[in-house]
Nanobody
Framework: QVQLVESGGGLVQAGDSLRLSCAGSGRAFSRYVMGWFRQAPGKERDFVSGINWSGGSTSYADSVKGRFTISRDNAKNTVYLQMNSLKPGDPAVYYC?????????????????WGQGTQVTVSS
C-alpha cells in the first residue's frame, strides 16, 4: 500500500510559479506510475500530468503543456509538479495519485492510491 501526501499549494498571482510535492510511503513507490490531477469547484477531476516509474516518460494535458513539468525522485519517494506561468484557469485542488499500470494512464480509474489534495489559487 502507498500513502501519498501533497504539499506546496497556495495563493499566487497570475504569471507566478509554484512547485507541488507529493511524498509517498512504502518501498514500492518507484514501481508506480505517478499522476497529478486537479479538480475545480463544480467540475470533474481532470488529468494534468503523469510520469512513469523511471521518469523517462511523461505526459501532459494540452492545457498545461509548456508550462508545467513533472518529475520524480525515487530515492526520496517524491514526485513534483513545477507549475510556471500560472493562469486564472489553473486554480483547483491538485491531487497526486499512484497507478500500478505499466504505462501512464490519463483516467483516474486507473489509479489505485490518492493523496488528500492541495489547494492552488491564482489571483488575476
Amino acid at each position: 500500500q502507498v500513502q501519498l501526501v501533497e504539499s506546496g499549494g497556495g495563493l499566487v498571482q497570475a504569471g507566478d510559479s509554484l512547485r507541488l510535492s507529493c511524498a509517498g510511503s512504502g518501498r514500492a513507490f518507484s514501481r508506480y506510475v505517478m499522476g497529478w490531477f486537479r479538480q475545480a469547484p463544480g467540475k470533474e477531476r481532470d488529468f494534468v500530468s503523469g510520469i512513469n516509474w523511471s521518469g523517462g516518460s511523461t505526459s501532459y494535458a494540452d492545457s498545461v503543456k509548456g508550462r508545467f513539468t513533472i518529475s520524480r525522485d525515487n530515492a526520496k519517494n517524491t514526485v513534483y509538479l513545477q507549475m510556471n506561468s500560472l493562469k486564472p484557469g489553473d486554480p483547483a485542488v491538485y491531487y497526486c495519485a499512484a497507478s500500478a499500470t505499466v504505462s501512464i494512464a490519463e483516467h483516474g480509474r486507473h489509479y489505485d492510491y490518492w493523496g488528500q489534495g492541495t489547494q492552488v489559487t491564482v489571483s488575476s
